[in-house]
């Protein structure tokens, strides 16, 4: 029998980085993972909201969590920010009874829907270690990625919780994926750092930097390639590594591409984006 989980594809996903909505379903059905679509959930705030109005960002995504508890599923998405969002909100609204019913108030005043509780939150990269197992994910593979690879998982999930049964401090659950993957993990020192989302918009310079040390990194391990449990940082990473290169003056030049890519090519699914994809790697080089 599948797996039945609440999706929540995150704050990027299912507008400009539709690679992640091509690839996540055809990697989870050949796990043996459903996920049910949560039709009409918000952004969880990409840590954006909160900083204008913490309150509306928490029934919205209690707003999210009430869709979840009806279906009687756990929610999961493919997004680091958003799993750490989301569960810091679900956190903050299990240990405030007085917080939970004002927003379940105001969610019965513009829904009819009222939160308990009942829901959690993951990451389909924990899912993948706890529940499906490292040696099934090794056995579905059909076409062994080969390549030295460089794992990201960005802060916003590394806490007490949000990262499930890996170390907050020195992950390895996304190494020990790559390399059941047929992949070489390379574990860089700022796998777990920011690369400036959602700071962009207001110091990018800084943010700039903060990816470059990221990238360059990555290229100076003898990484062939960044895989990023993150679809907000993901983009960062790949579409502004070019001028993150030129704050720097650091070597950013090196393939970026999302966690569900990973697990589809291996899979045997897009080999035709495969393809693309080494001859970029060839290309590119280190």
Known sequence: MPMNYA???GNVAHSSAQEVADTVLPAVKTLGINLIPLDGATSCGGGIIRQ??????LTLNARTFEMAEELGLEIVTPCATTAGILFEDLSTLRSNSNLLREINNVLMETCG?????ETEVRHLLHVIVEEIGL????ESVKNPIGLSIAGYYGPNIQREGACGKDDVFQPNYLENVIEALGGNPVSLTYRTQSVGVPSLLSEESTALKQTAAVLSEAKNEGANLVVSICTLSHSVLDVYQVKAGKVSGEDTSIPVIHFTELLAFSMGHFNTRLAQLKTRISVIGN
Request: aromatic letters at 12%; a positive charge.
């Open 7 to 9: 999706y929540h594809p």
């Open 52 to 57: 204008a109005n913490r309150r509306l960002q």
């Open 113 to 117: 829907k009222s939160f308990s509780g």
């Open 135 to 138: 040696e099934k994910l090794s």
